[in-house]
Structures are given as structure tokens and as C-alpha cells.
């Protein structure tokens, strides 16, 4: 089964530095997508970012950034530039490329801004 | 942009009663699916919904939990005799043919038992 995993449960940044979130995740599979979801304290899920594993190429999201690593199945989030506005939960997630597969999350990293 | 919308925002009910979640996802998606989040920790996979049938279901998805389709826009989640662990954010999320990988989440319903 595949299982993703986030072991910092809280980080902290100061306003307009830089910080990374680190995921990493299990599967047998050679296809699938990973996501970054952001959940803001009105808690609605937020895509940030996304991924295909296919792809050699990191995706970029504006201030937002990936480092996938594919062999070591590692996935983590570069926020450039950190606001306040992106204080928030942060979750990694996983989905396979088979049509409906549901989508496997961590348990989150909440991101706190200092000002 | 597309939205799935979710209603209520939020419900407190009863412990022991019938609640119905309601979603109505984007119009060309066909997948729909149910989440939940229980306060504080990670957001758990309820059910997948294609073709007017379940494709998965997780272990949580028991006897008390249902879900309809009734008129081709409406997707609802019915928890049956509601416990008090049932209290949780519930989210429906839907996704197109395809599968370019992309969901879309609603804001979600804070179901509160008491």
C-alpha cells in the first residue's frame, strides 16, 4: 500500500525568508501524480502545487516549488519569499495514474510566519 | 474558475440522528469522492463514486454511511445514526475524465455530534 510520510509536524520561517517541507512516500507504482495542498485556518483544501511523476522537470507555482526526487521518492515544498498569508497547514499527497484512484495524504506540516 | 460546492458550512446534530452532507460537484466531472478530517489530524479517504456506483470504499465507509447521486448534479453523503465520532470536517472533492491528476476540493462541512 502506499503510504506518505511528513516528519517535521510544525516549522517556523520568518517573513520573506526562505523554508522547505520535506515528504517522502512508498509505492510500487511508476506512475502517479503528488500534490501540496495548503489548508488555511477556514480549512478548505487549497492545491498549491502538482507533480507528475513522469516528468523530469521540478514544477514551479510562483514562490511555490518542488524538488522531486524520484528514486528516492522524496517530494518536497520551497516557498520563496514567505508572507503571512502563507501560514497554514501544509499537506503532501499522493495519487496513482489509475483513472479514479483516491488521493493518500500525510498528516501535515503547519507552517507558522513570524513576522 | 469552477467550484465544487458544499452545503451546509455547518451542521450540529444529535447523536443517534440521520444526517445528509450535500455536494454538488464541477458539471463535466465524473469521479466524486467523499473525505473526512477529524480535528487536528490527517484527512482520511471515505469513498470514490463513478458511474453511479462505488468504485472504493475505505474501512471507515461502514453500514451507516451511504452515498447518492440522486439527479445527475446532487452528490450526497448520509451518515445514518450519527456517533459522537462522527464529528469532523467532510470534504467532496470530484475530477474529470482523463484523470490529469487534478482534483477539485469543496470548502467542506464541519459536522459537529452532540
Known amino acids: 500500500a502506499q503510504t506518505v510520510t511528513q516528519s517535521q509536524p510544525e516549522m517556523s520561517v520568518q517573513e520573506a525568508e526562505t523554508v522547505t517541507l520535506s515528504c517522502t512516500y512508498d509505492?510500487?507504482?511508476?506512475?502517479?501524480?503528488l500534490f501540496w495542498y495548503k489548508q488555511p485556518p477556514s480549512r478548505q483544501m487549497i492545491l498549491v502545487i502538482r507533480?507528475?511523476?513522469?516528468?523530469?522537470q521540478n514544477a514551479t507555482e510562483n514562490r511555490f516549488s518542488v524538488n522531486f526526487q524520484k528514486a528516492a521518492k522524496s517530494f518536497s515544498l520551497k516557498i520563496s519569499d514567505s508572507q503571512l498569508g502563507d501560514a497554514a497547514m501544509y499537506f503532501c499527497a499522493y495519487r496513482s495514474a489509475r483513472r479514479d484512484d483516491k488521493i493518500i495524504f500525510g498528516k501535515g506540516t503547519r507552517l507558522h510566519i513570524l513576522p | 474558475e469552477p467550484e465544487v460546492t458544499q452545503t451546509p458550512s455547518h451542521q450540529v446534530t444529535q447523536m443517534g440522528q440521520e444526517v445528509i452532507l450535500r455536494c454538488v460537484p464541477i458539471s463535466n466531472h465524473l469521479y466524486f469522492y467523499w473525505y473526512r478530517q477529524i480535528l487536528g489530524q490527517k484527512v482520511e479517504f471515505l469513498v470514490s463514486?463513478?458511474?453511479?456506483?462505488?468504485?472504493?470504499k475505505s474501512e471507515i465507509f461502514d453500514d451507516q454511511f451511504s452515498v447518492e447521486r440522486p439527479d445527475g448534479s446532487n452528490f450526497t453523503l448520509k451518515i445514518r445514526s450519527t456517533k459522537l465520532e462522527d464529528s469532523a470536517m467532510y470534504f467532496c472533492?470530484?475530477?474529470?475524465?482523463?484523470?490529469?491528476?487534478?482534483?477539485?476540493f469543496g470548502s467542506g462541512t464541519r459536522l459537529t455530534v452532540v
Open positions: 507533480q507528475e511523476a513522469y516528468k523530469q
Open positions: 472533492a470530484s475530477s474529470p475524465q482523463g484523470n490529469e491528476g487534478g482534483y477539485t
Open positions: 463514486f463513478y458511474n453511479n456506483e462505488i468504485s472504493e
Open positions: 509505492t510500487s507504482e511508476s506512475d502517479y501524480y
